[in-house]
């Protein structure tokens, strides 16, 4: 195996030390949860549950109940209100990260600490590590595309931010990242701007000023890299004349980054004219990526669940780059490591890391009956490939037997961890009775529709659903925002073809016997899903935490306001 060392990581021994761990996934495990629970046996959520010190699986699970986030707001309320005592971990908790809410339509608080900084860096150092096997970088800088919040404080005087905004102002962060050639080509005052679309135009902007460098293009999620390229599309005669005369545009007005900007600019008339030049040769902008960064070797970032439907998108800027879907965690912590980059993102898997929380899963009959009979959670070395689970998570920042809400697949074993597929969340599920649609299952009739409308060169921007019961019976609304316009025909055609394409038996059935209505297309106005993520910047989520509510609940009655206030046409099905 050729060598590669790098200036505070050995990329081989951070694999020989995977390995290691993997080969034996189910003592690892049984020894991380002893240091858990040790580490935090004196939490009161722990006594009261009569644990007495015990740290052995058997005991653990006897003792401590499956629980949601629902059942430990009280907890974490009070640590986010100043309780300083020993709530729910050992050490005093002085951090809250932030979930989106975009899935649920309401934020939560979910307990941040050193541990989970250390998981992360295990995490990026080990994909990292195999990902430079297979594509070595350069000396050079990255694309980023990433922003941090405004850091806010509990009542209780804790840091609170997203999670990604935890990671980004920890000391820790800045010499992991270094160490994994992961350095931001934009400075801080640009990640840490206070309008996003200051900060995108000016990541874009430094981008281009150190093109040469690019080695890759960097988001948390894939929908935040198609919206900054998308905005190019926009932009890019500007950003050549900010580049030509060395002067920033007016459109940036915070005077941090202006400041920050200006150390960068320089007429570079050949740069602009260099750019402008390749641009002006696109065909509909397909491979503007390699065309812009001719030394970048990959696009990285999560590109799996609810980003699949942008990777078309994704791939026509892309070209000939390869795609890579990055690790598998969530505002609660990381699970999962992919150790197989040359995947392609709809096949990406992720390898669970045994030492970082100890883990257990929830067996499902199958991907379209989720909500149905659940059995016995078997532990991480226990479960059997080909089968679908939910995973339980007990981490060092108090979350104990946690559901997660996310549905896995299990595709393999590296050594003897899992390989996880993720498949869905359970809770994102169309359903008005005895149908069970998944967010997958409604992706799935989206491309279906997506096709018609290719054939007339449009493209499905993005897209939501809800289900509508205030008529009887219900029925499934499907909002899509289009490229441009399309024909009657067309449109009544997709509305058919969605309806068609939900192959759930319960869903059928009832359509045939009408106890579920005609599906109901509406058609949005243009930009309508940029006031869904206006909307979300405005409660202190960051883009690039942004994820499209796909099956929009009474709970998300403002999003449901925008996509009913910006409805163009509405369409029935006459498919049954």
């Known amino acids: 195996m050729l060598e590669k060392k790098m200036e505070g990581i050995n990329t081989n021994k951070v694999i020989e030390e995977f390995e290691a761990l ?17 580490e935090n046996g ?24 499956l629980v949601t986030h629902e059942d430990l707001e009280a907890y974490i309320h009070r ?62 800088k990255s694309l980023q595309f990433v922003y941090s919040s405004k850091p806010g404080k509990t ?26 050639q992961f350095q931001c080509c934009s400075p801080d005052e640009v990640i840490f701007g206070p309008d996003f679309h200051q900060s995108l135009y000016c990541h874009l902007l430094c981008g281009l000023l150190f093109r040469e460098e690019i080695q890759f293009v960097f988001s948390t999620f894939a929908h935040s890299i198609v919206l900054a390229f998308r905005t190019f599309e926009q932009v890019w005669e500007e950003l050549c004349n900010d580049i030509r005369d060395g002067e920033l545009s007016s459109r940036v007005t ?37 065309e812009l960064f001719p030394n970048a070797k990959y696009i990285y970032g999560i590109m799996t669940g609810s980003m699949e439907p942008y990777l078309k998108k994704l791939r026509h800027y892309a070209g000939e780059l390869p795609l ?68 339980v998570v ?24 899992p390989e996880l597929k993720f498949v869905c969340r359970r809770n994102l599920i169309l359903s008005i009775n005895i149908d069970k649609n998944t967010e997958k299952d409604l992706q799935l009739s989206v491309e279906e529709a997506g096709k018609l409308l290719a054939e007339e060169k449009l493209e499905v921007v993005d897209f939501s659903s809800l289900v509508e019961v205030s008529t009887d019976p219900g029925r499934y609304v499907i909002f899509l925002e289009i490229s441009g316009e399309a024909s009657e025909e067309v449109l009544q055609e997709c509305c058919n073809c969605l309806d068609r394409s939900f192959v759930d038996a319960g869903y059928v059935s009832s359509r045939k016997v009408k106890t579920i209505g005609p599906l109901e297309l509406r058609v949005v106005w243009r930009g309508t899903f940029l006031k ?9 989520t960051v883009v690039s935490q942004f994820k499209t509510p796909r099956c929009v609940g009474p709970m998300n009655n403002k999003v449901q306001q925008i996509l009913c206030n910006n409805v163009a046409k509405t369409y029935f099905s006459t498919a049954f």
């Open 394 to 417: 007990t981490n060092f920042a108090g979350l104990y037997r946690y559901r997660l809400g996310d549905v896995v697949r299990v595709m393999g074993f590296h050594n003897s961890t």
């Open 254 to 290: 915070a005077l941090s980054v202006r400041m920050a900007m200006r150390k960068l600019l320089r007429p570079n008339p050949e740069l602009a004219d260099l750019i402008y030049k390749k641009c002006s040769g696109l065909s509909n902008w397909y491979g503007l990526i390699p």
């Open 22 to 38: 993997t080969k034996d996934a189910g003592g690892v495990q049984r020894e991380t949860l002893k240091k858990i629970l040790e």
């Open 324 to 391: 890579m879907s990055a690790d598998y965690g969530s505002s609660e912590g990381w699970i999962a490591a992919n150790v197989n980059p040359k995947l392609p993102p709809e096949l990406a898997t992720f390898s669970v890391l045994p030492n970082i929380g100890y883990f257990e899963f929830i067996p499902l009959q199958d991907n379209a009956e989720c909500m149905y009979k659940e059995s016995k959670p078997v532990g991480l070395t226990e479960v059997k490939i080909g089968e679908d689970y939910e995973i």
């Open 155 to 180: 009542k209780g005087g804790l840091g609170a931010g997203t999670a990604t905004t935890n990671l980004f102002r920890n000391s820790k962060y800045k010499s992991g990242m270094k160490a994994i």
């Open 532 to 540: 869904i993520l206006e909307h979300y910047l405005g409660l202190g």
């Open 79 to 140: 640590i986010a209100e100043g309780d300083s005592s020993s709530v729910l971990t050992g050490k005093p908790i002085s951090d809250m990260s932030l979930s989106s809410g975009t899935t649920q339509g309401k934020r939560k608080f979910v307990p941040f600490n050193d541990e989970l900084m250390e998981n992360t860096l295990q995490i990026y150092r080990t994909s990292f590590a195999f990902r430079n096997r297979e594509f070595p970088l350069e000396k050079g």
């Open 42 to 65: 004196s939490a009161e959520y722990l006594q009261n549950l009569g644990l007495n010190g015990k740290s052995d699986p058997e005991s653990f699970k006897s003792c401590v109940p």
